[in-house]
């Protein structure tokens, strides 16, 4: 799978509903698939990540499955989705998230992009394990879904804590700040996951509900060795730059029940 940051979108950036639109390069493939997506449950109260494929398909096959109809509506609810969404070769798709309809603060919801999904030197990203099986994308987008608190807390205490990833009491689910998104990405993208195949257009991918307990187990797991690397680097770092004048080098001091250096000539 090969990443790139998006052009022109900030890293820290939210966006509002979150369209994306292909413009159209053979007018005789000009139908556009659009695709609403309704973010609820879970996933819209503590957030999460949703990752969208696009894949081209002929303009035959695409008609043939399409029912007269371009336009879909799916809703997710887990804090973990893959979405895969066929369109037209050559022709025009377009998706956006929504809270959905009737959620409290539904009109403040926003998303982020935490990374584009590339392709090779051949126009094809990666290959699909789920759902339509075998199909290759023309690449795709991993989107944070920020949690409620983030976005719509009663003060700037209440977001902030939320974009921190700060959680409170032994049962807490993982926070969905953009850290903690990206531990959730790399515990289960490419993994098997169960999808909806009553759909010939969209296919929605999700871990099978009795799966979450071990999920989040990894996940706390995962958050908590990320944030003890950023911890290391960071003592090592200063170590290294409040003596950069000097010829020795930085080791681990045996006394400190966290990581810290001290530098020794």
């Known amino acids: 799978m090969i990443f790139a940051n998006p052009r022109g979108m900030s890293s820290r950036g939210l966006f509002a509903g979150m369209i994306f639109l292909l413009s159209v390069t053979n007018s005789a493939a000009a139908a556009i698939t659009d695709l609403t997506i309704d973010v609820a449950g879970e996933l819209l109260e503590r957030g999460g990540v949703v990752t969208i494929y ?7 096959d695409w008609r043939a499955n399409a029912s007269g109809s371009t336009t879909t509506t799916v809703r997710i609810e887990r804090r973990y989705a893959e979405i895969q969404l066929r369109y037209p070769e050559n022709a025009t798709f377009t998706y956006r998230f929504r809270a959905v309809p009737g959620s409290p603060n539904a009109e403040k919801h926003r998303t982020q992009v935490l990374s584009v999904i590339g392709t090779d030197t051949e126009g094809r990203g990666p290959q699909m394990i789920n759902g339509f099986v075998d199909d290759y994308s023309s690449g795709g987008r991993v989107i944070r879904i920020p949690p409620m608190a983030e976005i719509a807390g009663e003060d700037e205490v209440t977001r902030s804590a939320a974009r921190w990833g700060e959680t409170e009491g032994l049962d807490a689910s ?92």
Do not use: M
């Open 54 to 60: 696009h894949l081209p398909v002929g303009l035959g």
């Open 174 to 265: 993982p926070p969905a700040d953009q850290r903690s998104a990206r531990a959730l990405v790399g515990l289960l993208e490419r993994t098997r996951l169960q999808c909806d195949t009553s759909s010939e257009q969209v296919q929605v991918c999700q871990p099978a509900s009795g799966e979450w307990p071990t999920i989040e187990a990894r996940w706390w797991r995962s958050i908590a060795e990320q944030r003890l690397e950023r911890l290391n680097h960071h003592a090592l770092r200063n170590c290294y730059d409040s003596k950069w004048f000097g010829n020795g080098k930085c080791e681990a001091d045996p006394e400190s029940d966290e990581p810290r250096y001290i530098f020794r000539q």
